[in-house]
C-alpha cells in the first residue's frame, strides 16, 4: 500500500485511476492542475507521484522541476507523447519512470511498487559481508568460503559475523562474551576458545596454520587474511 498523488487533467482517466488504486489498497489523493498538485505534494507529503505532463496551468517539465526543488518523491511521467526524445527529457528532469498512455492500472501499480521498491533499496543498502572470501549474509543467516556454504552453528554464525564486521582487529575474549554470548566475562570461562577452535576446522584451518582465524597470545583473536 501506498499514498499516491495522482496530477491529471483529464477527468475521466483521473476518475479511472483513482478508482483503480484505491480498489487495490492505495490511498490515493488527485489534483486537475499543476498548482494544485505541487500543493498537494507538499501538504500531503506522497510515497509516489503520478504526473501527467499535459497540464492546462504548466508545462509539464517545468512541474517536474518545481516538484523536485520541493521533495526527493519517487515521480512517474505520464504522458500521450510518444517520442524517445520526450522520456529521456522528463528521466533527465528528475522523472523516475513514465508510461505512455494509454494505461492499464495493472502497468500503473506495478510501476508504483517498482518505484518504491528501488526507493527502499537505497535507504537500506546491501547488508552482505564480504571479507577475505568469506561471504555473509545476516538476513538469511548464512555463510559462504570462496563460494562453498559453510555448515555453522547459530553461535558459530555470530561468532564469525562479528569477527568479519571487523577484519584486521584485534578481538578479545573478553569483548566476544559479552557481545556474541551476552554473558560476563571470566578468565576461566573457555566458551569462547572452544568455539573459536570449531569454527576455525569448519574454516579449513589450524591453530598451528591459521589462515583467517589468528590468535593474538594473551589478548584475543583477529580475522582476515594477512596479506
Ligand atoms: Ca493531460
Known sequence: MAKVLIVEDDGTIRTGIVRALTGRGHVVAAAATAMDGLKLAVAEAPDVVLLDLGLPDLD???VLRMLRAVSDVPIIVVTARRTEGEMVRALDAGADDYVVKPYGAEQIDA???AVLR?????????PTIDVDGVRIDPRGRTATLDG???D???REFDLLRYLATRPGEVVSKRELLTEVWQVPYTAA???VDVHLSWLRR???ETAQEPRRLHTVRRVGVKFGLVP
Not at 528501488?118 to 546491501?126: F, I, L, V
Open 60 to 62: 509539464g517539465r517545468e
Open 111 to 113: 510501476r508504483i511498487r
Open 118 to 126: 528501488r526507493g527502499a533499496k537505497t535507504e537500506q543498502p546491501d
Open 148 to 150: 562453498v556454504p559453510l
Open 152 to 154: 555453522l552453528t547459530p
Open 189 to 191: 570461562d573457555k566458551t
Open 202 to 204: 569448519k574454516l579449513g
